[in-house]
């Protein structure tokens, strides 16, 4: 599977965001899926993830009551509506897919496929 991130941008502490990530393949509804964020000189860290169904999410601590995930199987499309963004979201953002998993992960390790990443800055 192909997975093409989009949505990102410059905007505001306080803005919101939502990005896209569209992917290719037939099965994309038997993913599991995930958004990470990687911020200059820092590991990769998953900000959220999905089930196959969109009836299980996982979210960060960081991003609790801000961000939400969502997918829209019909439309091979996850998305990340990132609400009161902060400075410190700013990173490049990640859309992942997981195969043959059964719940929802939140370690790179456990993801197979990856997109391009789109970069989000938030400015103070």
């Known amino acids: 599977v192909q997975l093409q991130a989009s949505g990102g941008g410059l905007v505001q502490a306080g803005d919101s965001l939502r990005l896209s990530c569209a992917a290719s393949?037939?099965?994309?509804?038997?993913?599991?899926m995930g958004w990470f964020r990687q911020a200059p000189g820092k590991e990769r860290e998953v900000v959220a993830a999905v089930s196959w169904s969109g009836g299980s999410t996982y979210y960060a601590d960081s991003v609790k009551g801000r961000f939400t995930i969502s997918r829209d199987n019909a439309k091979n499309t996850v998305y990340l509506q990132m609400n009161s963004l902060k400075p410190e979201d700013t990173a490049v953002y990640y859309c992942?897919?997981?195969?043959?998993?059964?719940?929802?992960?939140?370690?790179?390790?456990?993801?197979?496929?990856w997109g391009q990443g789109t970069q989000v800055t938030v400015s103070s």
């Open positions: 992942a897919a997981a195969r043959d998993i059964f719940e929802v992960v939140v370690t790179t390790e456990q993801y197979d496929y």
């Open positions: 393949g037939r099965t994309f509804s038997t993913y599991v």
